[in-house]
């Protein structure tokens, strides 16, 4: 079985910083995957990392994958409001596996 | 193009009561899922199939049963539901052999267990 942590749970942060967030998994993966959710809502695609040292990047958001570590990184950049949402990574070892999810809110 | 559709929305049951969730998609994926979201708990796999025929076991299946009659359908089942249950189900669909396709997610299915 793959465990897949993430860090930190809740995230405050304030317009226009940095911050990251990141995604630890127990077992060897080439699939990375990031979402996001808005309250009340589905779950939406952001992300797909399939190799050692994949960067993406859109927008104000940039996720990279270190297969060696078993880490994945969500950087954001700037934040706006609009990024407030809770965040998910996934690893894939024949099934999804989900982390717990990072909540973000931006504040001004 | 509808993508994963899931019915109903919203229920509500009482403890015993048995029901379906439905979950459809038009996309030809072979992979479907279902998934249970709890406050804190991210999402945890109930039940998966790879294709028609073909159903297993996730993280969290007991009291829940899934059939895969067709590529398009993946239903879920409780058979007698617990206050335990109360959550929101979201189905989700993917193809094989193309991992660079995430999965596709259905909006949700809000069930409330009295």
């Known amino acids: 079985e793959l465990k897949v942590e993430q860090n930190p749970l809740f995230l405050s942060m304030q317009e226009e910083k940095n911050y990251t967030i990141y995604c630890n998994y127990s077992?060897?993966?080439?699939?990375l995957y990031w979402y996001r959710q808005d309250p009340g809502k589905s779950l939406e695609s952001l992300f797909v990392?399939?190799?050692?040292?994949a960067v993406k990047q859109e927008g104000r958001l940039m996720a990279s994958l270190d297969t060696k570590a078993r880490l994945s990184t969500l950087h954001i950049t700037a934040a706006v409001h609009d990024l407030s949402a809770t965040y998910f990574c996934?690893?894939?070892?024949?099934?999804?596996?989900f982390g717990t999810g990072t909540s973000l809110t931006v504040i001004p | 193009n509808a993508g994963v559709t899931q019915t109903p929305k919203f229920q509500v049951l009482k403890t015993g009561q048995s029901m379906t969730l439905q979950c459809a998609q038009d996309?030809?994926?072979?992979?479907m899922s279902w998934y249970r979201q709890d406050p804190g708990m991210g999402l945890r796999l109930i039940h998966y199939?790879?294709?028609?025929?073909?159903?297993d076991q996730g993280e969290v299946p007991n009291g829940y049963n899934v059939s895969r009659s067709t590529t398009e359908d993946f239903p879920l089942r409780l058979l007698s539901a617990a206050p335990s249950q109360t959550s929101v189900y979201f189905c989700?669909?993917?193809?094989?052999?193309?991992?660079?396709?995430?999965?596709?997610f259905g909006d949700g299915t809000r069930l409330s267990i009295l």
């Open positions: 199939s790879v294709g028609a025929g073909i159903t």
């Open positions: 989700a669909s993917s193809r094989l052999g193309t991992e660079n396709q995430p999965q596709h």
């Open positions: 077992t060897t993966s080439d699939r």
């Open positions: 990392l399939l190799s050692n040292g």
């Open positions: 996934a690893a894939n070892l024949g099934q999804f596996y």
């Open positions: 996309m030809n994926h072979e992979y």
